[in-house]
């Protein structure tokens, strides 16, 4: 399954990373706005947003560029650990896999 993860601290890169390795995951973590998102995000199977370390700006860029598309996504105020370990609790379960499908968001970039 494949995750990627906006938002988050810096320093906790490689926690995020090595944490979704320990659920089969392969993780892509951006936690500063970049260029070009489209190229760098790929068609993730899983979509996370730390919403209380990025801007509004940056979310609503993520979603233009998965618009359309199968991914879930995941929303959560903290960028701790255990927020993450939640998050993946319920997405990487059988139950979750089928739920929480992108539907059509308006994009405001």
Known sequence: MS???LGGNERMERQYKDLCRAYNCNAKVFTKPSGNLRSKIGCPD???FFTGTMSHKMVNAAMCEIKGGNTRIARSHSS???ALREVLDIHTTKEGRNNHTLGEEQCHV
Do not use: K, R, T
């Open 3 to 5: 995750v990627v993860i």
């Open 46 to 48: 899983l979509m996370i």
């Open 80 to 82: 701790s650990m255990s």
